[in-house]
């Protein structure tokens, strides 16, 4: 299927999401040339509309819309209507004044994505770039082209995840990278395992199928993961009781030095940036030989390269026929 | 004002009867009466196949004015309460300024006696302000002309279980009640959707069941000890009924309300990130509907209140997080009771008029509204027909919140009477008020 937006890694179909895996491998070749552009996108317009700073994101989306020959435009909407500022409504309307093709959004509010997508106030493709603490599918779907590089080599083309166990550890709650990840790794065939204290779950799980662990070394030792994914703790946590203090939660659910010696020889290490060294994650673990975190953020300008031309070639094409 | 003779009408008991209006008053309740019953130029009714209600009280319903004139006006809102054929609104006090003195209970009183389709009771703040620091006057609000009875900081919890104490044991000094709205704040900061499965899902904040149960175990039990009333309003978890259910057997003197809303829509509708579907308590999920269902046919739960909220476009078109909380109600609410008590089997339209008419006139002491359809009563009522099946579209109040919109409900209001006066004639509205005397 052919989507018009991406919101959710829910909206991807085992297919679709294999789709844009095998379009990110073909991206990541060009990515290696010494010339990284395709005229795929000439004379599309692309707005990046960022309600919430997040440099890496922004650039990466920026580095994959280039690479296309799209239009860029950077709009880093100050505020948004919960704070008073421009709302959604009047920056989406302006864009639409504009003529844009596709609007990337990143908002803090959960939601804004698809409130955009069917609002009526915009016609472009909507791609959900991380919405409060909801979703953000593009992480989703760079974690899931990392795990199968690493575990599939060259034969990757094609294939899903199946049976591939994932260990997601952190503040569940709040993460939209869990969520994501969640959906797409079950689309894909994973077995996911969720690792958190129990004030960072949802109070509610039953929706989601996924175990849930309490304890980091039980779930490492009986699961025996192919990928531990370490989440961010966010700096708001650390003042509302969620744990007691940061050195606790380094101690029970950090991937520390002690902890690695339970990971098996090839298990990959995880991490959505950025990290907090010595809390979340420790630097033994960061630059460890199976640490992903760099290829990571090298296969998200891929992934995103394909999200971009999944959503937009297909109807530049039938226009030019 | 001209007579009214209503003819066939079917009585809350199933009676077929005809009910005979001079002035503001029922004159006649019986079978075939006399053509001149009403008077030899009574404008004739025919109600065959309708049933006839005393008129709607509703305990719960934010009218804006003053302040708020945007989202709707004493007068906007008394004529969507007419249309949903209410005869009596409670107008709660979180105005600006606020409800919280004479003043201002008394201009909302006379703004609702000028618009002329309901009567306009007004609600006292408990607190100065809303603020829960301090008592209003509250005495000086029931002597003054609008003689307030009901009392709520609505929209912010009493939480402060000394000052919930002071008032429900003060109001009884005029026999008052306080209308609790049940929401542990440090529980619910941010909260904006019920804590549940579809809110891991949504990564919107949870608003937990206990935050508003743990209130009303709080409230029931200092209801007990000081020996006053407490009202509960818009219960909206199994649990709350429970409690609820609890404290009615060990001789508590608690009533309690449920919205139209909460009988009828679920979180599940929060998957859209519609904020038409944001309300403060919030959806629940389906266990919770059946429960407050059950509870409402059963007399665990006292009354349906709308909790009538209009907004703006502006404060709903938008992202989740930034949308005001609140849906509208009065236009639905008798159809809902009749889906959750005469459709489903579940109870009978004597349930009907007490849950909309009666109890809630009695928690406010309405003396002259919820009075049984008999000669000597004040002539407030309502004619639905059940038959009726409509699709919701338009409504009578200034706002456009209407979660309700596309779905088919049953029953309609066909005439509204209010104090002799037709507001609603053949599900039209009428052009003016009742002129004041």
Known sequence: MTLKHLLSAGDLDRDTAIAILDIAEEMAGVNSRDIKKLPTLRGKTVVNLFFEDSTRTRISFELAEKRLSADVINFAAKGSSVSKGESLKDTAQTLEAMGTDAVVIRHSASGAAQVLAHSGWINGAIINAGDGTHEHPTQALLDAFTMRRRLHGAASHGKGLDGVKVVIVGDILHSRVARSNLLLLNTLGAEVHMVAPPTLFPVNTSNWNASFHYDFDTALTSVKPDAVMMLRVQGERMNASYFPTEREYSRMWGLNGDRLGLLGESTLIMHPGPMNRGLEISSVAADHKNSTVLEQVANGVSIRMAVLYHLLSGERNHQDD | ?437
Not at chain 2, 171 to 194: C, D, S, Y
Not at chain 2, 321 to 345: H, K, P, R, T, Y
Request: contains cysteine; negative net charge; aromatic residues 4%.
């Open chain 2, 1 to 437: 004002m001209t007579n009214l003779l209503i003819q066939n009408a079917t009585l809350p008991s199933g009676e077929v009867a005809d009910i005979a209006i001079v002035g503001e008053k029922i004159v006649a309740v019986g079978k075939a009466l006399a053509a001149d019953s009403a008077g030899a130029d009574a404008t004739v009714i025919d109600a065959t196949g309708l049933v006839a209600l005393p008129g709607l009280v509703d305990l719960h319903t934010h009218l804006r004015e003053p302040g708020f004139e945007q989202s709707e006006t004493i007068y906007t809102g008394s004529q969507s309460a007419a249309a949903g054929g209410f005869t009596a609104v409670h107008a709660m006090a979180n105005t600006s300024p606020v409800q919280d003195t004479a003043g201002v209970v008394e201009q909302v009183q006379r703004l609702g006696q000028e618009a002329g389709y309901v009567d306009v009771v007004p609600v006292g703040a408990v607190t100065v302000g809303l603020e829960g620091m301090q008592l209003a006057e509250l005495g000086a609000m029931a002597n003054s002309r609008a003689r307030v009875r009901v009392f709520s900081d609505d929209g912010k919890c009493v939480h402060d279980p000394v000052l919930m104490r002071r008032a429900l044991e003060y109001v009884k000094t005029f026999g008052g009640v306080i209308a609790q709205h049940a929401q542990e704040p440090r529980l619910t900061e941010g909260a904006q959707m019920n804590e549940g499965k579809v809110s891991a899902d949504l990564g919107l904040t949870g608003w937990p069941a206990v935050a508003e149960e743990s209130i009303i175990a709080r409230d029931v039990l200092l209801a007990e000890h000081v020996g006053s009333r407490v009202h509960i309003c818009h219960l909206s978890t199994a649990g709350s009924v429970d409690i609820i259910r609890w404290a009615k057997a060990r001789g508590i003197n608690v009533t309690a309300e449920v919205t139209p809303h909460h009988l009828l829509l679920t979180d599940e509708l929060v998957r859209s990130y519609d904020a038409v579907y944001k309300v403060n308590p919030p959806l629940r999920t389906q266990e919770d509907v059946l429960a407050l269902r059950a509870a409402l046919a059963d007399g665990t739960i006292d009354i349906i209140a709308t909790d009538h909220a209009p907004h703006p476009a502006e404060s709903k078109d938008c992202e989740w997080q930034a949308a005001a909380f609140g849906m509208l109600g009065l236009e639905i609410a008798a159809s809902v009771a009749q889906d959750v008590l005469i459709d489903s089997g579940a109870s009978d339209w004597n349930r009907v008029a007490a849950v909309l008419s009666g109890n809630p006139a009695k928690i406010g002491l309405l003396e002259e509204q919820g009075q049984p359809l008999v000669a000597g009563s004040i002539a407030n009522l309502t004619l639905i027909d059940p038959k009726a099946k409509r699709v919701i579209e338009h409504s009578h109040s200034k706002s456009d919140n209407n979660p309700y919109r596309g779905l088919t409900l049953p029953g309609a209001v066909v005439h509204t009477i209010y104090r002799g006066y037709q507001t609603v004639t053949n599900g039209q509205l009428a052009e003016k008020g009742r002129p004041n005397a």
